[in-house]
């Protein structure tokens, strides 16, 4: 099982290649700065000569999944891609911060490794070792300031039982001062101060361990964690989501059908028909729909329409959402956008609808569970001003993984700014 490792997430790149049993047998060191396009080739090249490998004989490569360098990380992906065309190998991939916090060895903590991203900004993300070294992902990964980070860390550090902090990675040195007033110790032992290890990369890339870890599902196509999009990109969605012709109007028994469908799309374990009928019937029941409306000359024809509801005719539901409210308090239930459509600003309208009606009624508190490794469901509810609650472990049963309790307050404390990140979500929970 002969393989390579290409870290490229920063401009300390590395390549490593793997004898069959997993071994090193050559690494290939340099500071590349921006030159990853020149550069990588060469190395990987070197890297395969000193380990006297043939290409054919690679099983496997492992590529770095960010976040970091947009440049490094697709370079690196593109060439790990074209590397098993060739080879006919597996594509493996670990995130920066993953083979960061598995690696660190850390027991009983809260683990933030950390990766420069510009300006004063750094890439933060939040794990949480047992007193076995059992590393797990504990919530998505935000891109910030020290100050912003420290916030996040504060919600977090409770649903670890209050343990130790222990930041780690390149970020760190840049941002030792501030760390360390706010959390005496918390960045000794150093770990990969002097940049991100293909090692690391290998061996979580390899683990198998999932979305638990933070990881790409065992036999899942990888994709870059980018955090933050391009500009150019955020431009270009805010136009198009200018002028959807979305509206969010409550749930009725006719849309069932088309609800019904789109649950059995989106989740692995979905609510049936009945159970909507019958939800519909409560009095502290919210649930609302985002339907697609005809285009008018207006708005121009809509550009790629959701599906109609079985059988025709029926409303065209790109979205629904179902909570409880009552007694002033609240609990999301299930929060489910139409695949094709997400990226399109539905989840943001379903949520602050209810947000909208919360405050109407009175509402001082609102919960959900979501899953640890559903980043984008968990920047849609922290930009909306839902925070860090509690732990839910092992609460999905499909993947092992931690369910987050968040809660969203009518008066929070001093929130702390949301990840950049996109809300292009769906998500489960069961009844509360």
Same mark, same amino acid.
Not at 86 to 98: C, I, P, Q, R
Not at 160 to 172: E, K, L, N, S, Y
Not at 285 to 303: C, D, Q
């Given at each position: @099982? ?74 690196? +992906?593109?060439? *790990?891609?074209?590397?098993?065309? *060739? ?153 198009? +989501? ?19 469908? +789109? ?20 009095? +502290? ?63 943001? @309208? ?6 909208? *009606? ?47 309790? @968040? ?26």
């Amino acid at each position: @099982m002969s393989g390579i490792a290409l870290e490229t997430a920063t401009g300390h790149v590395e390549v490593l290649a793997c004898g069959p049993d997993g071994a090193p047998l050559a690494l290939e060191v340099e500071d590349v700065t921006h030159a990853h396009t020149r550069r990588l080739v060469p190395l990987l090249r070197r890297a395969l000569e000193r380990a006297r490998l043939d290409p054919a004989e690679l099983r496997w490569v492992a590529a770095d999944l960010g976040p970091g360098s947009f440049t490094g990380v697709r370079v690196g +992906m593109a060439t *790990a891609e074209a590397l098993a065309l *060739a080879s006919g190998a597996e594509v493996l991939g670990a995130s920066s911060l993953s083979a960061l916090a598995l690696a660190c060895g850390a027991r009983r903590a809260l683990v933030v490794p950390l990766v420069a991203a510009g300006r004063r900004d750094v890439y933060a993300g939040f794990y949480r070792a047992d007193g076995r070294g059992t590393v797990s992902l504990l919530a998505a990964p935000l891109v910030g300031t020290a100050a912003q980070v420290l916030e996040v860390v504060a919600e977090a550090l409770p649903l670890t039982g209050g343990r130790a902090v222990r930041f780690i990675g390149p970020g760190v040195p840049r941002e030792r001062e501030a760390l360390e007033a706010a959390h005496p110790g918390s960045t000794s032992p150093e770990w990969r101060s002097e940049g991100l290890s293909a090692e690391d990369l290998a061996r979580a890339a390899r683990s198998g361990r999932g979305p638990a870890a933070g990881l790409p599902a065992p036999g899942a196509h990888s994709h870059p964690l980018y955090v933050r999009s391009a500009q150019a990109e955020e431009r270009v969605r805010r136009r198009a +989501m200018a002028n959807e012709p979305i509206a969010v109007r409550p749930l009725g028994h006719v849309d069932i059908p088309a609800v019904a469908a +789109m649950e059995r799309l989106v989740f692995s374990d979905p609510w049936p028909e009945s159970f909507f009928a019958g939800e519909l019937g409560l009095a +502290m029941v919210y649930a609302r729909v985002a339907e697609w409306l005809p285009p008018s000359p207006a708005r121009g024809a809509a550009a790629v329409p959701p599906p109609a509801a079985p059988g025709g005719g029926g409303p065209r539901i790109a979205g629904y959402l179902v909570a409880w409210l009552g007694g002033g308090a609240g609990h999301v239930g299930n929060l489910a956008v139409a695949p094709e459509l997400r990226r399109r600003g539905v989840a943001r @309208m379903l949520l602050q609808d209810l947000l909208a *009606a919360a405050r109407a009624q009175g509402v001082e508190r609102i919960t959900l569970e979501v899953r640890v490794s559903n980043f984008a469901a968990q920047g849609l509810y922290r930009a909306h001003g839902f925070r860090l609650a509690g732990l839910r472990r092992g609460y999905y049963r499909d993947s092992g993984e931690d369910a987050l309790l @968040m809660a969203w307050q009518t008066l929070p404390p001093a929130p702390a700014p949301a990840p950049r990140s996109h809300p292009s979500t769906s998500e489960r929970r069961p009844t509360p």
